[in-house]
């Protein structure tokens, strides 16, 4: 049987450590991005909120337990309210919250009912077994999907990319990897990765501001503040009546200020990180919420360049971008190099952070064999370098010759969940 096709519309979802993708397959972006992270409330009195289409009632975990999902309600104060992440890294690891996602997904964000739409899932090379199994148990047996299918996510880049070799440099929240993709399969045995990603870059931001004394108030906490001169004490009013919050979520809300300052103030030097040149660059003016402002010059580069060069403050124990790069494509077989080197796509939203492919290009030049010709493929926009994997999932769903290549519901009838190790690679 053929899903997928005109008449049935594909789903696509992208699983990421700090946010799901997710939309219908044929639109070049997806419909939303939900935060990975679950408001979890246990304050004694039950969950009168309606269920979501389709969910029985024996299906709440804890019918004393509230939770709020996406942006808008994850950021209102609430007592007791715990930030929980259900994914650990890029694998899902509580399966209560994933359905929460999945819930609130289909019901407020797409509009429609999961059993009337096949699904592809996005997951990393390193997913285990069991946790494939578990994600297609859920999807078959709770929201009875009529097909679905897993592909990992570097292969999904590549192909956003018109790519089916490729090597994919994912620079994501939690780590950045090197990932070879061949004809459409990845070559798990020379993936290399090292965890300098975006919530390493913002841990350096948020150690920088605290000795710099630079106060990080969360927008929640500022009833009004009063416009100061820069370097000067900010002025600023509390709001009153607000409730006593976990650490857990006001850590949250200190790390969405600090998602903001590195994502306008940060670049990476084209050259190796010196003093004497960078001081000469033009410095980057900031405002935090609560009215300090200051401008940013030398730290702005300092602070990514440990992507690049993480020696001198690591004490040489990881690597550089460049350096996983061109390890993982010595373990590829050598007559499948040249091409490999000639298609390296950059995709995640790491590598949003301003100069990072042309960096990335320079020091990768220093290193290869001037023979092997190098070509970078980082698309200029945004959306499409964040959204890669979601993107190449939405074109190869809406493809006529992949719609039989759905696991349909039937397949899991009768097969059950352990034949998807040899249906997806």
Same mark, same amino acid.
């Given at each position: 049987?053929?899903?997928?096709?005109?008449?049935?519309?594909?789903?696509?979802?992208?699983?990421?450590?700090?946010?799901? %993708?997710?939309?219908?397959?044929?639109?070049?972006?997806?419909?939303?991005?939900?935060?990975? &992270?679950?408001?979890?409330?246990?304050?004694? @009195?039950?969950?009168?909120?309606?269920?979501?289409?389709?969910?029985?009632?024996? $299906?709440?975990?804890?019918?004393?337990?509230?939770? &709020?999902?996406?942006? @808008?309600?994850?950021?209102?104060? %609430?007592?007791?309210?715990?930030?929980?992440?259900?994914?650990?890294?890029?694998?899902?690891?509580?399966?209560?919250?994933?359905?929460?996602?999945?819930?609130?997904?289909?019901?407020?964000?797409?509009?429609?009912?999961?059993?009337?739409?096949?699904?592809?899932?996005?997951?990393?090379?390193?997913?285990?077994?069991?946790?494939?199994?578990?994600?297609?148990?859920?999807?078959?047996?709770?929201?009875?999907?009529?097909?679905?299918?897993?592909?990992? $996510?570097?292969?999904?880049?590549?192909?956003?990319?018109?790519?089916?070799?490729?090597?994919?440099?994912?620079?994501?929240?939690?780590? #950045?990897?090197?990932?070879?993709?061949?004809?459409?399969?990845?070559? =798990?045995?020379?993936?290399?990765?090292?965890?300098?990603?975006?919530?390493?870059?913002?841990?350096?931001?948020?150690?920088?501001?605290?000795?710099?004394?630079?106060?990080?108030? =969360?927008?929640?906490?500022?009833?009004?503040?009063?416009?100061?001169?820069?370097?000067?004490?900010?002025?600023?009013?509390?709001?009153?009546? !607000?409730?006593?919050?976990?650490?857990?979520?006001?850590?949250?809300?200190?790390?969405?200020?600090?998602?903001?300052?590195?994502?306008?103030? !940060?670049?990476?030097?084209?050259?190796?990180?010196?003093?004497?040149?960078?001081? #000469?660059?033009? #410095?980057?003016?900031?405002?935090?919420?609560?009215?300090?402002?200051?401008?940013?010059?030398?730290?702005?580069?300092?602070?990514?360049?440990?992507? &690049?060069?993480?020696?001198? $403050?690591?004490?040489?124990?990881? !690597?550089?971008?460049?350096?996983?790069?061109? @390890?993982?494509?010595?373990?590829?077989?050598?007559?499948?190099? =040249?091409?490999?080197?000639?298609?390296?796509?950059?995709?995640?939203?790491?590598?949003?952070?301003?100069?990072?492919?042309?960096?990335?290009?320079?020091?990768?030049?220093?290193?290869?064999?001037?023979?092997?010709?190098?070509?970078?493929?980082?698309?200029?926009?945004?959306?499409?370098?964040? &959204?890669?994997?979601?993107?190449?999932?939405?074109?190869?769903?809406? @493809?006529?010759?992949?719609?039989?290549?759905?696991?349909? %519901?039937?397949?899991?009838?009768?097969?059950?969940?352990?034949?998807?190790?040899?249906?997806?690679?």
């Amino acid at each position: 049987m053929m899903y997928g096709g005109d008449e049935i519309g594909a789903l696509v979802c992208d699983l990421g450590s700090q946010s799901f %993708r997710i939309g219908a397959a044929q639109e070049d972006c997806p419909k939303a991005e939900i935060p990975s &992270f679950v408001g979890v409330l246990n304050d004694g @009195t039950s969950d009168t909120s309606a269920l979501e289409p389709g969910a029985k009632a024996g $299906n709440r975990i804890n019918g004393n337990t509230k939770y &709020f999902t996406d942006v @808008t309600s994850l950021r209102v104060p %609430r007592k007791d309210k715990e930030i929980i992440n259900c994914m650990k890294d890029g694998m899902v690891e509580d399966w209560d919250l994933f359905e929460k996602i999945m819930d609130y997904s289909y019901s407020k964000c797409l509009y429609t009912e999961a059993q009337y739409h096949p699904i592809l899932f996005s997951d990393s090379p390193l997913t285990t077994k069991s946790k494939r199994e578990k994600l297609v148990e859920i999807m078959f047996e709770k929201y009875h999907v009529p097909a679905l299918y897993l592909c990992r $996510n570097a292969v999904l880049a590549a192909f956003s990319c018109g790519r089916p070799t490729a090597i994919v440099v994912d620079s994501g929240a939690v780590h #950045t990897s090197a990932i070879p993709v061949h004809d459409g399969y990845v070559l =798990p045995s020379a993936m290399v990765k090292c965890p300098l990603g975006g919530n390493f870059i913002s841990s350096q931001c948020k150690q920088f501001l605290a000795e710099s004394n630079i106060e990080v108030t =969360p927008h929640y906490m500022i009833a009004k503040k009063t416009p100061v001169k820069e370097k000067e004490k900010p002025i600023w009013t509390k709001k009153r009546t !607000l409730p006593e919050v976990t650490d857990s979520w006001y850590s949250y809300m200190c790390q969405s200020v600090i998602q903001d300052f590195k994502q306008s103030v !940060l670049q990476i030097s084209e050259t190796p990180y010196d003093e004497k040149t960078v001081s #000469t660059l033009p #410095t980057s003016h900031y405002e935090f919420p609560n009215g300090y402002n200051q401008e940013f010059g030398n730290e702005r580069f300092k602070i990514p360049e440990q992507l &690049f060069d993480p020696s001198p $403050n690591m004490g040489g124990s990881m !690597l550089s971008i460049s350096h996983i790069v061109v @390890t993982s494509a010595g373990m590829c077989d050598v007559d499948v190099r =040249p091409t490999l080197y000639n298609n390296i796509v950059i995709t995640g939203g790491n590598s949003l952070i301003q100069g990072f492919p042309e960096r990335l290009n320079r020091d990768l030049t220093a290193r290869v064999h001037a023979n092997m010709r190098l070509k970078m493929i980082s698309p200029n926009g945004s959306a499409e370098r964040r &959204f890669g994997a979601w993107i190449g999932g939405s074109i190869i769903a809406s @493809t006529g010759a992949f719609q039989q290549m759905w696991y349909s %519901r039937h397949q899991y009838n009768e097969g059950g969940k352990s034949q998807i190790h040899t249906k997806f690679a």
